[in-house]
């Protein structure tokens, strides 16, 4: 299991909770998965989402026959009651966090300080000359007044946010899982697996576009899908005049590429591409 990604197993899905092996999965091998979580630096975003993401059970099986994952189930232990040796190591994690929260906004409050200091200094001697103190008896030790300061914001309350961590903080065991996709996935997954192995594109699940498969030249975070993929299931779809031009006509609107794929009776994926002109265009 050395150096594949765990990916947790959960309500039929497997979801991914860790940033770096995430990006390693989408960047290095073109498997996107959905990001559905609160992005952190935008929790009120409607539009853009975060960790943890979820990969389609195409996905998972793709990466799984690729040793690029690791399958691993922990409902069995996440479901009982924690033990008091996992309730105290929580625990002190928590006040870690809230500990290293801290810090950050501290040391912010004191380089704000430091900017006003000048004023607070001019700000200070204007009182004691009012209160009747001599120009020349005012002695103001900026540095005592840092550390003043600076003992303030240690000891005060400062608001803060408990994060609520994503991937599981402890160590927990956990049952390996092979999983096997159903038998009416079995096609679409042949035609997801060839394009991905045999051209160099991101491919995404199409239900938005009333296809199977999107695909895309590059990470769809900054190219829009070229193409639409149908998988045909059998024959009778593919003398479907209407079938294949309600197809047709959908991807004339959202401009892309139709293409369709399907089955060699050699047992080969084969494609081809439709043009409004209502012709059969070349094979891909």
Known sequence: MEGKIPVT??????????????MKLRFTHRIVGNLFGTPVSKPRSASRFGLPAVLTLLEVRLALEEGLIVLIDKNALLTRSPSEEAKQQFA?????????????????????FEYHLPKILAGKRKKLLKSGVKQEDITINEEQLIKEEKHKLETMEIDKLVQIPQ??????????????LPKNELLKYKVFRDIWKTRPVFITGGDSFGCDFLLYPGDPLYYHASHVVHVLTDASQRLDAKYLIRCCRLSVVV???????????????????MEWEGNVAEDV
Request: net charge negative; charged share 30%.
């Open 9 to 22: 197993f959960q309500h039929n899905r497997g979801f991914i909770y860790d940033v770096e092996d995430y």
């Open 92 to 112: 002190r994690l928590s006040q870690q966090q809230i500990h290293e929260q801290k810090q950050p906004v501290i040391e912010k409050r004191l380089k704000e």
């Open 167 to 180: 991937e599981y903080p402890l160590k927990t065991e956990c049952t390996y899982v092979n999983y096997q």
């Open 255 to 273: 401009n892309k590429v139709c293409i369709f794929a399907y089955e060699e009776p050699s047992g080969g994926v084969r494609y081809q591409t």
